[in-house]
């Protein structure tokens, strides 16, 4: 897998994607019911990333794990634990779950899926994906993360929070508030399989 690594920059230690989601966007017009069109071409994590979430297709599981583990946990010093990022889209099984999980397996790190909870958002309110900007979404955000204390024992862990999309980093930097409320977690770093144009 073709990866470009990108520096993301936020409220946490030291952030990386593996590439841009997508790498040329054409301007085709707008469909029947008024939404713009466009001709995608993604990187490679992107289109695996595409066929993950949007196709049900399982098996870019691994291969989108292995490249984390390859490309960017070395750029993060002594990750004591994995973090995948809460989602924003109730699914039965989730992309960003299964790929930490297969990326503990291949680093033999826990990973700890319920360690940073989301409550869901007022009634009425719009949904973050209709919010266009970061300022917008970290406003939505406030108090809706929580950190719950499951990690046994005394000490300080370094954290990777892991998501697939880096957008805006609204999310990313409401998480990471509140895993600094938490005394067991010591760093945190921030992988992601693309960055969107939005960062």
């Known amino acids: 897998m073709q990866v470009s690594v990108r520096?993301?920059?936020g409220n946490w230690d030291v952030g990386y994607a593996l590439h841009t989601h997508v790498i040329s966007s054409v301007y085709l017009g707008r469909d029947e019911h008024g939404r713009d069109?466009?001709?995608?071409?993604?990187?490679?994590?992107g289109e695996a990333l595409f066929?993950?979430?949007?196709r049900s297709d399982w098996a870019q599981v691994q291969p989108l794990a292995e490249q984390v583990r390859v490309s960017l946990l070395p750029l993060?010093?002594?990750?004591?634990l994995i973090v995948p990022m809460p989602a924003s889209v109730a699914r039965p099984r989730?992309?960003?779950?299964?790929?930490?999980?297969?990326?503990?397996?291949?680093?033999?790190?826990?990973v700890f899926e319920t360690i940073v909870t989301?409550?869901?958002?007022?009634?009425?309110a719009p949904q973050l994906k209709n919010l266009t900007t970061k300022e917008e979404k970290a406003a939505a955000l406030v108090g809706r993360f929580t950190v719950k204390d499951?990690?046994?024992g005394d000490g300080k862990w370094n954290a990777l929070l892991l998501d697939d999309l880096f957008d805006t980093g609204a999310s990313m930097e409401a998480?990471?508030?509140?895993?600094?409320?938490?005394?067991?977690?010591?760093?945190?770093?921030?992988?992601?399989?693309?960055?969107?144009?939005?960062?």
């Open 37 to 45: 069109r466009f001709d995608n071409t993604r990187s490679e994590p």
């Open 150 to 152: 499951v990690i046994g």
């Open 51 to 54: 066929q993950l979430k949007y």
């Open 118 to 124: 989301k409550a869901s958002a007022p009634v009425g």
């Open 76 to 80: 993060f010093p002594d990750v004591g």
């Open 7 to 9: 520096r993301l920059m």
């Open 175 to 199: 998480v990471c508030d509140a895993l600094r409320t938490y005394p067991k977690i010591g760093g945190i770093y921030v992988g992601a399989i693309t960055q969107g144009r939005n960062s």
């Open 94 to 110: 989730q992309p960003v779950t299964e790929i930490a999980r297969e990326l503990g397996r291949l680093a033999n790190i826990p």
